[in-house]
């Protein structure tokens, strides 16, 4: 039993090796990204319920951005607060800020792909630029950058939605973490040509490629993966690319409490059930060798079992990880959540094995 559960083991280091080195590789070690500013009508769109603090912040900072031709569609989904009067102030003062009100209708009650849909329809530009009513834009460049990438191929952009440093916090160094590696794996797989999914806090795409597969439509009843059911559908190698040029990065404040942060990834991890099955295949593959990674070598260890050779695979294994997770995050900017490697892997491995079962028993609350 122990000799199965050594060469299992091995067999786990192997796939490691495979996803941090071949896969994760394409990003870690490719050159510094550079862009090639175009001049592309944009229709920025913000879809927003109940948001009235942050669009008060965050959308002078959309208004501002350094972009010749742009439009911005702000959608306010129903909110109960002060969120649609503050918008109708901002289409009285920017003559770019378009309004887009939401009625709840029986059939799509709370439906955020269904605001979003309406947003759509309502841009008048052929190109979309997506962000959260939370999110703001690291610099006055973010249009430039993420639309630089568009070209006659390729139609769909995915960005960098990262989240704001809070010193001293494990929990926020953990979600940092987490949101990193997610952005390796969907930049590395788009860049081997076979782009998986996108984040809504920084996504881009030609409107066309919306109605070419009919919208939100078949994944309309599932209230999350507006940004990656959609990419996930709509995407492929040849009309999609990437791009994580600093400039580009939008920023949204993070969760400060474990339970809230919990609730978070259990409404995204929710999603991929949904995904193509070579998605859900080489998802599923790498976050069970994740596990498995902790969990074999602790069994062989106890039992003293060809232990020069299990240690030896352990520190070789964190060896890669740390080089390629260090490159990443370098271009992530990202570096200090490094500093906590391997304790934020860790946490982070059980924590998504405990979403896993949770979501197998209870569903996760989603939209507002």
């Not at 887009?100 to 309502?122: Q, Y």
């Not at 052929?126 to 139609?155: G, V």
């Not at 009843?221 to 040849?238: E, H, P, Y």
């Not at 500093?339 to 998504?352: A, D, G, N, R, S």
Request: hydrophobic share 45%.
């Amino acid at each position: 039993m122990l000799t199965i559960t050594f060469y299992l083991f091995i067999l786990v280091v192997a796939i490691q090796l495979f996803y941090y080195l071949i896969v994760f590789g394409k990003f870690a070690y490719t050159k510094t990204q550079k862009s090639n500013p175009k001049k592309i009508p944009i229709s920025v769109i913000v879809c927003a319920k109940n948001e009235a603090e942050n669009v008060t912040k965050f959308i002078p900072l959309l208004v501002e951005q350094d972009y010749p031709d742009f439009e911005i569609v702000l959608i306010d989904d129903a909110s109960s607060d002060e969120t649609l009067e503050i918008f109708e102030g901002y289409e009285k003062q920017y003559s770019n800020v378009r309004l887009v009100k939401v009625i709840n209708n029986e059939a799509f009650w709370g439906n955020k792909k269904f605001a979003l849909t309406l947003g759509i329809k309502a841009a008048k530009k052929e190109y979309l630029l997506f962000t959260d009513a939370d999110c703001y834009p690291t610099s006055k460049d973010w249009i430039k950058e993420m639309s630089s990438h568009f070209s006659l191929q390729k139609t769909i952009v995915l960005g960098y939605g990262a989240y704001e440093k809070i010193p001293g916090s494990f929990l926020n160094k953990l979600i940092r973490f987490e949101t990193m590696l997610s952005a390796v794996q969907y930049f590395s797989w788009a860049k081997m040509g076979h782009p998986y999914m996108g984040v809504g806090r920084n996504l881009a795409y030609k409107k066309e490629e919306f109605f070419n597969v009919n919208g939100f439509i078949e994944h309309m009843k599932i209230r999350s993966g507006d940004d990656d059911l959609f990419i996930n559908q709509a995407a492929k190698g040849k009309n999609t690319t990437v791009c994580y040029t600093p400039e580009s990065f939008t920023y949204s404040q993070p969760k400060t409490t474990f339970k809230e942060w919990f609730a978070q990834k259990r409404r995204h991890v929710s999603t991929a059930k949904f995904y193509k099955f070579f998605d859900r295949a080489h998802l599923s593959i790498f976050y069970l060798s994740q596990l498995l990674f902790i969990l074999l070598p602790i069994l062989l260890l106890s039992f003293q079992y060809q232990w020069i050779i299990v240690l030896s695979l352990v520190g070789f294994r964190y060896l890669f990880t740390w080089i390629t997770l260090g490159f990443s995050s370098g271009k992530l900017k990202e570096k200090d959540v490094m500093y906590w490697f391997p304790i934020v892997e860790i946490v982070l491995i059980f924590t998504q094995f405990n979403i896993f079962f949770k979501n197998i028993f209870s569903k996760p609350v989603h939209w507002k």
